[in-house]
């Protein structure tokens, strides 16, 4: 998840990466670096800290030149330091590599490189990677330049086991920068007299909307004008330029103090986004052309397992509610680290949904390919186009909600819950639903994006909620059903940008041990819309009041009443039917976390610890 900017061609090189790096920042933010080539010479700045820290180094100490390199990363290998700042370089110090991913051998070829004689500045991997390919450049006799560099790094890799998305240059071949990929995303911008590499395409959308995504294997050579790919396992690789669906205003942050309450606003439209040209009232159902199944081969499936990681697990919990509600299909929910380990029966007409936003998240992508190893059909719920799970996927729906730039998922989460709720639609019309039932579900669905607007005109109510309460040591969300889940991601939510440790937990498991915790000082946000287990949820908020803990209900508007009696503060959605209210009910909850991170100063876009995508195990 580091995030990683190359450039070559016409300009100059420090303020395109610079600019990349901070449209990449959100992938990882412990140090920073860049390394430019110019009259035979490469330079190298790095600093450990945010990408200003690297900018303030390079106004003090400036680098030039028309070709560079460049980092952000969050460690895998060896601590925050400056000297495990990438870039890093070979032993000859010509050679100078970034790199996003793990190289899990890189102990024993650490160790042979020593014994050969090799010096290391730091602990990380990526030097290891960078002698083991300047090693090979330096043994290899003819030329030296960019063919010579090409055979070194082919020769390097098929000694490495492990992950990598990796950029590098070398003084002997000043007119290219060259690419390779296995396992971490790398793409290449192409410009017009300059061509770029990013790990993401939001570091370049503001030079082109070229764009071609590296597969497992290929090796890209960069030039000015031109480029060429091959594949490390023989020959040339077919790719693919396609156009950049966002623009460069798409990944600015406008008016908004965070990227995160930008995504929080959009999922008005970005709802919309997720069902535009899906929903179909002439036959009252879901149109899911990329699912590329028949009907007849989807009612033929009998269990469906919904897999993912973090918010985007969250999202299929919702989902196997809403299937099983609106399809009677049964649903299992399987965290993706679990289940790529699991010994799980399989049966062969199981469907298997892999969720994910980036569509790069490791424990996704491994268990999609598990999944495909045991013959089952897999599709992807994505956003990111051309992602490695959405094009590994054997067809899919994409989420077009937009580049998610804050490292918390909002909009992602009730794009996917959407389409979640799309496919159950298609799989109960093909199934039991009647025309009628599926007009009405497309009635409900259409309302949604002004049912969230309304909700969002309560920001300043919700945050005035959260300041009362941003002292607190810890919070508890309570739900059931369908919003069972929402207290699982309202949780996280609150966990991950404020660092307040929050459960979520089903409201009927209060009594089963959670009760011992309810105090004065822990408030419980408990999520009653007026559904089917409302009155549950009343009797289970009266069991918190009576232990004097405070409360902050969502509820339904018009139906305050019998919350009122019991709860501190209430925050209230649009009346909706049961499967949607997780789309609605998630949104306070966005909201609730993201004021509190604020008021305590937290830094809400990228929260300590954590990367917008983990694309390590
Ligand atoms: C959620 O707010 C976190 N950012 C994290 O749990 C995230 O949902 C998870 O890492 C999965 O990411 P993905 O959707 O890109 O696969």
Same mark, same amino acid.
């Given at each position: 998840?580091?995030?990683?900017?190359?450039?070559?061609?016409?300009?100059?090189?420090?303020?395109?990466?610079?600019?990349?790096?901070?449209?990449?920042?959100?992938?990882?933010?412990?140090?920073?670096?860049?390394?430019?080539?110019?009259?035979?010479?490469?330079?190298?700045?790095?600093?450990?800290?945010?990408?200003?820290?690297?900018?303030?180094?390079?106004?003090?100490?400036?680098?030039?030149?028309?070709?560079?390199?460049?980092?952000?990363?969050?460690?895998?290998?060896?601590?925050?330091?400056?000297?495990?700042?990438?870039?890093?370089?070979?032993?000859?110090?010509?050679?100078?590599?970034?790199?996003?991913?793990?190289?899990?051998?890189?102990?024993?070829?650490?160790?042979?490189?020593?014994?050969?004689?090799?010096?290391?500045?730091?602990?990380?991997?990526?030097?290891?990677?960078?002698?083991?390919?300047?090693?090979?450049?330096?043994?290899?006799?003819?030329?030296?330049?960019?063919?010579?560099?090409?055979?070194?790094?082919?020769?390097?890799?098929?000694?490495?086991?492990?992950?990598?998305?990796?950029?590098?240059?070398?003084?002997?071949?000043?007119?290219?920068?060259?690419?390779?990929?296995?396992?971490?995303?790398?793409?290449?911008?192409?410009?017009?007299?300059?061509?770029?590499?990013?790990?993401?395409?939001?570091?370049?959308?503001?030079?082109?909307?070229?764009?071609?995504?590296?597969?497992?294997?290929?090796?890209?050579?960069?030039?000015?004008?031109?480029?060429?790919?091959?594949?490390?396992?023989?020959?040339?690789?077919?790719?693919?330029?396609?156009?950049?669906?966002?623009?460069?205003?798409?990944?600015?942050?406008?008016?908004?103090?965070?990227?995160?309450?930008?995504?929080?606003?959009?999922?008005?439209?970005?709802?919309?986004?997720?069902?535009?040209?899906?929903?179909?009232?002439?036959?009252?159902?879901?149109?899911? @052309?990329?699912?590329?199944? !028949?009907? *007849?081969? #989807? =009612?033929?499936?009998? &269990?469906?397992? +919904?897999?993912?990681? $973090?918010?985007?697990?969250?999202?299929?919990?919702?989902?196997?509610?809403?299937?099983?509600?609106?399809?009677?299909?049964?649903?299992?929910?399987?965290?993706?680290?679990?289940?790529?380990?699991?010994?799980?029966?399989?049966?062969?007409?199981?469907?298997?949904?892999?969720?994910?936003?980036? @569509?790069?998240?490791?424990? !996704?992508? *491994?268990? #999609? =390919?598990?999944?495909? &190893?045991?013959? +089952?059909?897999?599709? $992807?719920?994505?956003?990111?186009?051309?992602?490695?799970?959405?094009?590994?996927?054997?067809?899919?729906?994409?989420?077009?909600?937009?580049?998610?730039?804050?490292?918390?998922?909002?909009?992602?989460?009730?794009?996917?819950?959407?389409?979640?709720?799309?496919?159950?639609?298609?799989?109960?019309?093909?199934?039991?639903?009647?025309?009628?039932?599926?007009?009405?579900?497309?009635?409900?669905?259409?309302?949604?994006? $002004?049912?969230?607007?309304?909700?969002?005109?309560?920001?300043?109510?919700?945050?005035?909620?959260?300041?009362?309460?941003?002292?607190?040591?810890?919070?508890?969300?309570?739900?059931?059903?369908?919003?069972?889940?929402?207290?699982?991601?309202?949780?996280?939510?609150?966990?991950?940008?404020?660092?307040?440790?929050?459960?979520?937990?089903?409201?009927?498991?209060?009594?089963?041990?959670?009760?011992?915790?309810?105090?004065?000082?822990?408030?419980?946000?408990?999520?009653?819309?007026?559904?089917?287990?409302?009155?549950?949820?009343?009797?289970?908020?009266?069991?918190?009041?009576?232990?004097?803990?405070?409360?902050?209900?969502?509820?339904?508007?018009?139906?305050?009443?019998?919350?009122?009696?019991?709860?501190?503060?209430?925050?209230?959605?649009?009346?909706?039917?049961?499967?949607?209210?997780?789309?609605?009910?998630?949104?306070?909850?966005?909201?609730?976390?993201?004021?509190?991170?604020?008021?305590?100063?937290?830094?809400?876009?990228?929260?300590?610890?954590?990367?917008?995508?983990?694309?390590?195990?």
């Amino acid at each position: 998840m580091c995030g990683i900017v190359g450039y070559i061609g016409k300009n100059d090189a420090v303020p395109v990466l610079l600019d990349g790096l901070r449209r990449l920042e959100y992938r990882g933010y412990d140090s920073a670096g860049v390394a430019t080539l110019a009259d035979g010479r490469i330079s190298v700045r790095k600093k450990v800290g945010r990408i200003a820290n690297l900018a303030a180094l390079l106004a003090e100490s400036p680098v030039s030149g028309h070709v560079g390199i460049s980092h952000t990363r969050w460690a895998t290998h060896g601590g925050v330091t400056d000297d495990n700042a990438h870039p890093h370089s070979d032993q000859s110090g010509r050679l100078f590599i970034c790199h996003n991913g793990v190289i899990e051998n890189y102990g024993t070829l650490r160790d042979q490189l020593i014994s050969e004689g090799h010096e290391f500045k730091g602990q990380t991997d990526t030097e290891v990677l960078a002698h083991l390919i300047g090693k090979h450049y330096d043994a290899l006799t003819g030329e030296p330049g960019s063919a010579r560099l090409v055979t070194a790094l082919r020769a390097a890799l098929t000694h490495v086991v492990g992950t990598y998305g990796i950029i590098l240059m070398h003084a002997d071949a000043p007119e290219v920068i060259i690419g390779a990929r296995r396992g971490s995303p790398l793409m290449l911008g192409v410009g017009k007299g300059e061509n770029f590499f990013a790990s993401d395409v939001s570091a370049i959308v503001a030079h082109t909307q070229q764009a071609v995504y590296l597969k497992d294997f290929d090796i890209a050579v960069l030039g000015a004008d031109d480029f060429e790919i091959t594949s490390l396992l023989g020959g040339a690789s077919g790719y693919e330029v396609s156009k950049v669906e966002f623009s460069a205003e798409d990944v600015s942050l406008g008016e908004y103090p965070h990227y995160m309450l930008k995504e929080i606003y959009e999922q008005p439209e970005t709802i919309r986004d997720a069902m535009r040209g899906r929903l179909s009232r002439e036959d009252a159902t879901a149109k899911l @052309g990329g699912l590329g199944m !028949t009907a *007849a081969e #989807l =009612r033929n499936i009998d &269990r469906i397992i +919904l897999t993912g990681c $973090g918010t985007a697990a969250h999202a299929a919990m919702c989902g196997e509610y809403i299937i099983e509600a609106l399809a009677h299909v049964p649903v299992e929910v399987e965290f993706a680290s679990e289940f790529r380990y699991r010994q799980l029966p399989l049966p062969k007409n199981t469907l298997v949904f892999c969720i994910s936003q980036s @569509g790069e998240t490791a424990d !996704t992508l *491994a268990a #999609l =390919r598990e999944a495909q &190893r045991k013959g +089952l059909r897999t599709l $992807g719920i994505c956003n990111n186009v051309a992602s490695t799970i959405a094009r590994e996927s054997d067809g899919g729906a994409y989420m077009h909600a937009g580049p998610e730039i804050g490292v918390a998922a909002t909009k992602s989460f009730t794009s996917q819950v959407t389409i979640l709720t799309l496919i159950a639609l298609l799989l109960g019309r093909i199934r039991h639903l009647s025309t009628t039932e599926g007009l009405r579900i497309i009635d409900e669905l259409e309302a949604l994006p $002004g049912k969230i607007a309304r909700i969002l005109e309560q920001s300043e109510h919700i945050r005035r909620i959260a300041e009362k309460y941003a002292g607190s040591q810890a919070m508890m969300f309570l739900g059931r059903q369908f919003n069972y889940p929402i207290a699982l991601e309202g949780a996280l939510k609150m966990k991950e940008i404020s660092y307040i440790h929050a459960s979520g937990h089903p409201s009927a498991e209060l009594k089963h041990g959670i009760i011992a915790l309810i105090t004065p000082e822990l408030p419980t946000v408990v999520i009653a819309p007026h559904d089917s287990v409302f009155e549950k949820n009343v009797s289970n908020i009266e069991e918190v009041r009576a232990r004097k803990g405070p409360i902050i209900a969502i509820g339904t508007e018009g139906h305050e009443e019998a919350l009122r009696r019991f709860a501190d503060d209430i925050i209230t959605i649009p009346a909706c039917p049961d499967y949607l209210s997780p789309i609605l009910t998630a949104i306070p909850l966005q909201l609730l976390a993201y004021h509190t991170a604020v008021k305590l100063g937290c830094d809400v876009d990228k929260p300590r610890n954590l990367a917008k995508s983990v694309t390590v195990e």
